[in-house]
């Protein structure tokens, strides 16, 4: 493998990470070590090398001036081929228990067999269980003067604050095209191969910013000779300008295209919102950031649209990302595309909030009787009576309920994505209609949601929510939009299984499934 043999070897053969690279050498070099570090970025943009290097720069016998390794004494040796007894690595994920971590914490109180210094690599450290960050901090806590630990991760948002607190973070930025299409040339000039730039170029796209990836494409190129089948600019165009647009369906087909690959999610997510903040500046600036070309391409599919449709596209972009880089997956990305594309009308802000008014019905309306009677005659089949609990002492069971509002509805929004996130997802695709007779009618934008919604599972879940965040007396009633969209059901079914955590019980709740 290509990544293997041209691992670098010494801290100048790391590309576009000079402050990392200064930060560990000037603490090498002034005695000044931490005693333990967090990596965090990416994969494949260089966390576990740099970990060695470390390690490397820390044995070393003969370092530079600098600190940097000399890379050829037997402690760097040891190290590069992996033989010494001073440096452990272990893979969080399948070492994530709280019995691993006991074992850790019993071995490392032992001295070092030849070095002053005993370092412990633990990568993909958020895959740990919170029993075992638990047993870890109390090892970072009080440490051993001669352990040093350096923890890799690509989800930091997944690691405790209490073990961030005790680490000095070091963050690895995604590479860049021009920083990955440098490595890749020195490659083919180390195989004696010639390949165009052009290639390489689209190579270094496809990668989505890791070296790792880049390389293994190359050597896939080497042997076949075809080049990457997704072209990222295209791709992250395509998306744009149907966000621009607002094409449900060619958004829904990139979606559709990418839900397998959680890199290329969080391309779209974060280079697209980079190109249109970088399309906001060229607006008042003559200066672009970078690939000018990509912002040419962009300025032409955006003619003729409102800068403030823009700033807002933009601004909804920006607030996804950091739930799509947090471990959601597709699914946020998903529920923004579908809102953003939707041909209502519809206010969208950091809360995806799509009615800006109440609705309000003749007040002569009552709930009393006429609520139970329509219960006891089962008018219709697919609606779920609300759950009698008493929860606020203060209302009234027969106190009528003839409007709701924002606020009302926000409630149980929230109550939703604090019990199930499943059933948040299919709210987030309907639209508040109004309430009549003691029911809350929901529109459902797809199909999708109208069926899952119309289970009993799920309709008695949602039923008992809104009971306890609004009133008792209500009840859940969903129809199909008349504009409704047909997406697949297998696209959407896929994303969200896929993306939504949730307890098994919820899975059966919301999938109809069983528990095997």
């Given at each position: 493998?290509?990544?293997?043999?041209?691992?670098?070897?010494?801290?100048?053969?790391?590309?576009?990470?000079?402050?990392?690279?200064?930060?560990?050498?000037?603490?090498?070099?002034?005695?000044?070590?931490?005693?333990?570090?967090?990596?965090?970025?990416?994969?494949?943009?260089?966390?576990?090398?740099?970990?060695?290097?470390?390690?490397?720069?820390?044995?070393?016998?003969?370092?530079?001036?600098?600190?940097?390794?000399?890379?050829?004494?037997?402690?760097?040796?040891?190290?590069?081929?992996?033989?010494?007894?001073?440096?452990?690595?272990?893979?969080?994920?399948?070492?994530?228990?709280?019995?691993?971590?006991?074992?850790?914490?019993?071995?490392?109180?032992?001295?070092?067999?030849?070095?002053?210094?005993?370092?412990?690599?633990?990568?993909?450290?958020?895959?740990?269980?919170?029993?075992?960050?638990?047993?870890?901090?109390?090892?970072?806590?009080?440490?051993?003067?001669?352990?040093?630990?350096?923890?890799?991760?690509?989800?930091?948002?997944?690691?405790?604050?209490?073990?961030?607190?005790?680490?000095?973070?070091?963050?690895?930025?995604?590479?860049?095209?021009?920083?990955?299409?440098?490595?890749?040339?020195?490659?083919?000039?180390?195989?004696?191969?010639?390949?165009?730039?052009?290639?390489?170029?689209?190579?270094?796209?496809?990668?989505?910013?890791?070296?790792?990836?880049?390389?293994?494409?190359?050597?896939?190129?080497?042997?076949?000779?075809?080049?990457?089948?997704?072209?990222?600019?295209?791709?992250?165009?395509?998306?744009?300008?149907?966000?621009?647009?607002?094409?449900?369906?060619?958004?829904?087909?990139?979606?559709?295209?990418?839900?397998?690959?959680?890199?290329?999610?969080?391309?779209?997510?974060?280079?697209?919102?980079?190109?249109?903040?970088?399309?906001?500046?060229?607006?008042?600036?003559?200066?672009?950031?970078?690939?000018?070309?990509?912002?040419?391409?962009?300025?032409?599919?955006?003619?003729?649209?409102?800068?403030?449709?823009?700033?807002?596209?933009?601004?909804?972009?920006?607030?996804v990302s950091t739930e799509t880089i947090s471990g959601m997956g597709n699914l946020p990305l998903l529920i923004f595309t579908l809102e953003w594309c939707s041909d209502q009308t519809e206010t969208r802000n950091s809360?995806?909030?799509?009615?800006?008014?109440?609705?309000?019905?003749?007040?002569?309306?009552?709930?009393?009787?006429?609520?139970?009677?329509d219960r006891a005659s089962g008018s219709d089949s697919n609606e779920m009576t609300a759950t009698e609990n008493q929860k606020d002492p203060k209302s009234s069971v027969?106190?009528?309920?003839?409007?709701?509002?924002?606020?009302?509805?926000?409630?149980?929004?929230?109550?939703?994505?604090?019990?199930?996130?499943?059933?948040?997802?299919?709210?987030?695709?309907?639209?508040?209609?109004?309430?009549?007779?003691?029911?809350?009618?929901?529109?459902?934008?797809?199909?999708?949601?109208?069926?899952?919604?119309?289970?009993?599972?799920?309709?008695?879940?949602?039923?008992?929510?809104?009971?306890?965040?609004?009133?008792?007396?209500?009840?859940?009633?969903?129809?199909?939009?008349?504009?409704?969209?047909?997406?697949?059901?297998?696209?959407?079914?896929?994303?969200?299984?896929?993306?939504?955590?949730?307890?098994?019980?919820?899975?059966?709740?919301?999938?109809?499934?069983?528990?095997?």
């Open positions: 493998m290509l990544y293997r043999k041209y691992r670098p070897q010494r801290f100048s053969e790391l590309v576009a990470l000079d402050e990392v690279v200064s930060t560990i050498l000037s603490q090498v070099k002034e005695g000044t070590l931490a005693h333990a570090y967090l990596f965090s970025g990416p994969k494949g943009v260089g966390k576990t090398t740099s970990a060695r290097l470390l390690a490397k720069a820390i044995f070393c016998e003969n370092p530079g001036t600098l600190g940097e390794p000399c890379g050829i004494c037997p402690s760097c040796l040891s190290v590069q081929n992996a033989n010494t007894l001073d440096l452990i690595e272990i893979d969080a994920a399948s070492n994530r228990g709280i019995d691993d971590i006991r074992n850790l914490k019993e071995k490392v109180v032992l001295s070092p067999s030849t070095h002053t210094k005993k370092i412990y690599i633990i990568d993909e450290v958020h895959m740990l269980t919170k029993e075992a960050f638990n047993a870890l901090l109390k090892t970072l806590e009080e440490p051993p003067e001669h352990a040093v630990f350096v923890l890799c991760t690509t989800e930091i948002n997944k690691v405790p604050a209490t073990i961030l607190s005790r680490c000095v973070r070091l963050n690895f930025p995604r590479a860049s095209k021009e920083s990955i299409i440098e490595k890749l040339t020195t490659i083919c000039e180390a195989e004696g191969r010639e390949v165009p730039q052009e290639i390489l170029g689209r190579i270094a796209e496809s990668a989505t910013g890791g070296y790792r990836d880049a390389e293994t494409l190359l050597m896939s190129y080497f042997a076949s000779g075809l080049l990457p089948e997704i072209h990222n600019d295209e791709l992250l165009l395509g998306f744009l300008e149907a966000l621009i647009k607002k094409n449900r369906p060619k958004a829904m087909e990139i979606l559709k295209d990418v839900r397998e690959n959680q890199d290329l999610t969080e391309s779209l997510v974060l280079d697209g919102a980079k190109l249109l903040s970088d399309l906001l500046i060229a607006k008042y600036s003559k200066e672009t950031d970078n690939n000018p070309e990509l912002l040419l391409s962009l300025r032409r599919i955006s003619e003729g649209v409102e800068t403030s449709d823009l700033i807002d596209l933009t601004a909804n972009l920006s607030k809360k995806h909030e799509i009615r800006n008014n109440k609705v309000e019905l003749d007040p002569s309306i009552s709930l009393g009787s006429s609520t139970l009677r027969n106190k009528p309920t003839t409007e709701i509002t924002d606020s009302d509805w926000d409630k149980v929004l929230n109550l939703c994505k604090a019990e199930n996130q499943g059933l948040l997802a299919l709210l987030k695709g309907c639209k508040l209609l109004g309430i009549k007779n003691g029911v809350i009618e929901l529109g459902a934008m797809y199909t999708f949601h109208l069926e899952k919604l119309k289970e009993a599972h799920t309709l008695a879940l949602l039923n008992k929510i809104v009971g306890t965040a609004i009133s008792p007396n209500l009840r859940v009633k969903v129809t199909l939009l008349d504009n409704a969209d047909s997406i697949p059901t297998e696209a959407v079914v896929s994303v969200i299984k896929k993306s939504i955590p949730m307890e098994s019980e919820d899975a059966v709740a919301i999938f109809s499934g069983d528990i095997l």
